[in-house]
Every structure is written in structure tokens, then in C-alpha cells.
């Protein structure tokens, strides 16, 4: 049997150093970056997506960015069929792909081979059934709920398998649609997958995420969302609905307070670094690297080579 081409991966939270890493990595093994981050696809959104400078790129060739119009909505099945065509380029000219980012539904579309469908995520949902589990008895309950509406995909999926259980609802609620009549079910993975991620203590991390968003204040993020809107793009568009972007639209349109739009970017972007890391840690077959640590590259060298 022809063996598969292996791509390699570096997922984490916002604000926990990926993408100085990731140049490191790709230096040091022959590979293309990937972008895995679901804003960073957008053209225009550069400062509040954290999207990384040709400076700071080094060089090494990035993909997966600036790839759709941010009036566009941008689907999990889409993001995956275009990546995995990118992958085979980079692998067709001899180097390795190398994911950055910290969508964990990309990750996830990309590695698991129950396909996505062409369902997008809606974060609402999710976070709803996420809550839903996490409560005494809650998967129980959403097996239950999903043996009532989607008894055929339910009779494949073990109580336990609660991400795949939650994705299934998700793609009912969203569409209205059993996920077992949803076109391609299964389907073989073209790449196996050597995954990474980042971690660091909580509060260190709250306070770069505090840091990075000042810094993004200071880089014109204001302006940013000020030119998005006056170029035509709607305040309810799917890319406008981002942390750092949907709190400022209405700093632009009625005149609210920055410094309150500031404090709840640094909030949602608190709490979502917390949803990264409790998604990835869900997540099986990912080596945990200390992000802070002296000799942190090192380990993601040794890793990715093993």
C-alpha cells in the first residue's frame, strides 16, 4: 500500500506564540505554512486576526490566507477541500505542509474522517451543546436527543464520543438535515497528521492576550473596521461577527465607547483562548508543548521527526 504523505500541525490558543514557532519549524524541516485559522482566510483583516507580516513570514510561504471576501460566509467543508488541495501542491514540490492555527474545527475536518458535510460551524450552537455536555448526565442526553432526530448516525456513535455526537446536532440544527443524509459521510484521508500544540499557565496567557490586544489597538484596529465598513462590507456579515471586529462596529456607527469595546475584546478573547485549550485537550493524538519553555522549538523539532 502507497503510503500516505505526513503533514505536520501546530495548533493552540490566540495569543500563545504559533506563529514565531512555526517559522522555526518550517526553517528547520522543508515546510509551507497552512494558515488554520478561520478570520485569517479573510482579505482586509490583517491587525485584528493577528494575521502574520511578510516580515515576520521570513520568507517561508504561507497559504490559506487573504482566500475569500470578508462579505463572503466561508464554510468548514470549503476551508477543508481548499487546504487539502494546497497540501498536495506543497507535497508535489518535495517540502511538507506544516497547519498553524487555532480553529479547532479545521483541525478537526482535516483529521477526522467523518467529513464535515458543506456545513458550516455556528459557534452558538456549539457553545450551547458544549455547556449541554459538560453538565451531570449531558451526553446522555444529547445521545438521546440525536437518537431522536438522526437515529442512524446515533446507532455509529458511542455515548462517549461527545464531539462527534455535538458536531451531528449541529449539522441538524443548522441545515434541518440528518448528518447521515448529508452528502459524503466517510471518506479517506489523504495525509496522516503529526499534531502539536501550546500550552501555557492561564493567567500568563490572559495577560498576552490583554497585551495583544492593546497592541492591536495601537496598530489601527479601529481603522481597520472603520475601512471594512466603508468598503462595503456588512456590519453582519459573518467575518464582522469576529471578536475584535464586532465589538467596534458600533464604536464606528453610533459613536460607543472605545474603552468599553476594548475591554470586551480582551474578555472574548480571554474566553476564547479557554475554549481553544479545552477544544484541543479533547481532541486525541496531540503532543502538549509548554509554549514559554527555553527550549520549546526543540521539542517541536524532535516531535514532528519521530
Not at 446522555?140 to 442512524?152: N, S
Amino acid at each position: 500500500m502507497e503510503q500516505k504523505p505526513r503533514a505536520l500541525v501546530l495548533a493552540g490558543p490566540t495569543a500563545s506564540g504559533k506563529t514565531a514557532l512555526s517559522i522555526g519549524a518550517a526553517k528547520a524541516l522543508d515546510c509551507e505554512i497552512v494558515c488554520m485559522d478561520s478570520m485569517q482566510i479573510y482579505r482586509g483583516m490583517n491587525i485584528g486576526t493577528a494575521k502574520p507580516t511578510a516580515e515576520e513570514m521570513d520568507g517561508i510561504p504561507h497559504h490559506m490566507l487573504d482566500v475569500a471576501d470578508p462579505r463572503e460566509s466561508f464554510s468548514v467543508a470549503r476551508y477543508q477541500e481548499m487546504a487539502e488541495q494546497v497540501m498536495g501542491e506543497i507535497v508535489a514540490r518535495g517540502h511538507t505542509p506544516l497547519l498553524v492555527g487555532g480553529t479547532g474545527f479545521y483541525l478537526r475536518a482535516l483529521r477526522n474522517p467523518m467529513a464535515m458535510g458543506g456545513v458550516g460551524s455556528d459557534e452558538t450552537i456549539r457553545t450551547e451543546l458544549e455547556a449541554r455536555a459538560a453538565q451531570e448526565g449531558g451526553r446522555e442526553a444529547l445521545h438521546a436527543e440525536l437518537a431522536t432526530v438522526d437515529p442512524e448516525t446515533a446507532a455509529r456513535l458511542p455515548v462517549n464520543d461527545t464531539r462527534r455526537v455535538i458536531r451531528a446536532l449541529e449539522v441538524y440544527r443548522v441545515t434541518g438535515v440528518p448528518f447521515s443524509r448529508q452528502e459524503n459521510p466517510e471518506r479517506e484521508l489523504p495525509f496522516t497528521y503529526r499534531t502539536a500544540a501550546l500550552t501555557m499557565e492561564r493567567e500568563v496567557l490572559y495577560q498576552r492576550v490583554n497585551l495583544r490586544v492593546e497592541q492591536m489597538m495601537a496598530q489601527g484596529l479601529l481603522d481597520e473596521v472603520r475601512g471594512l465598513l466603508e468598503a462595503g462590507v456588512p456590519a453582519e456579515a459573518q467575518a464582522m461577527k469576529a471578536i475584535g471586529y464586532k465589538e467596534l462596529v458600533p464604536c464606528v456607527l453610533s459613536g460607543a465607547s472605545v474603552d468599553e469595546a476594548v475591554a470586551a475584546i480582551q474578555q472574548g478573547t480571554r474566553r476564547y483562548a479557554k475554549r481553544q485549550l479545552t477544544w484541543f485537550r479533547h481532541e486525541t493524538d496531540i503532543h502538549w508543548v509548554e509554549a514559554l519553555a527555553p527550549d520549546a522549538l526543540e521539542q517541536l523539532i524532535a516531535y514532528y521527526q519521530s
